[in-house]
């Protein structure tokens, strides 16, 4: 089963997150909502703060994918979707999604009052 590690203090992420949830097939995906339970990050190796700036997910073999990354992981296992992960897998495609994710991250980050402040 996947684990998507979410923010659920963001509406955004939350709108978005119950998107994937709606289409999702059952039993692929565990969502979680790091803002009420920040214990899950540990097990990790993440800090609360870590894991609320950027969407994280852990796949079937352990392994965790940070950012767009995630969200790839995400879309492969969603059928509409599956197109998407493809094309943000493309090298030139990954790079510009990645540094427009990490902006918008770090915005997000500071816009919901989490900087400067030890979570």
């Not at 800090?47 to 492969?76: C, E, M, N, P, Y």
Request: charged content about 25%; aromatic content about 12%.
């Amino acid at each position: 089963m996947i684990r998507v590690f979410y923010d659920g203090n963001c509406p955004l992420c939350s709108r978005e997150i119950d998107h994937y949830r709606a289409v999702a097939p059952p039993g692929v995906f565990d969502w979680l909502d790091i803002s009420r339970d920040p214990a899950l990050l540990r097990a990790l190796g993440l800090s609360q703060a870590q894991g609320l700036k950027a969407l994280h997910a852990q796949d079937d073999d352990g392994r965790l994918h940070t950012g767009v990354d995630a969200f790839r992981l995400i879309w492969r296992h969603l059928q509409r979707w599956r197109w998407l992960a493809m094309l943000a897998g493309l090298p030139l495609i990954r790079q510009v999604l990645g540094g427009a994710y990490r902006a918008f991250a770090v915005w997000r980050f500071r816009r919901l009052g989490y900087a400067g402040r030890d979570c």
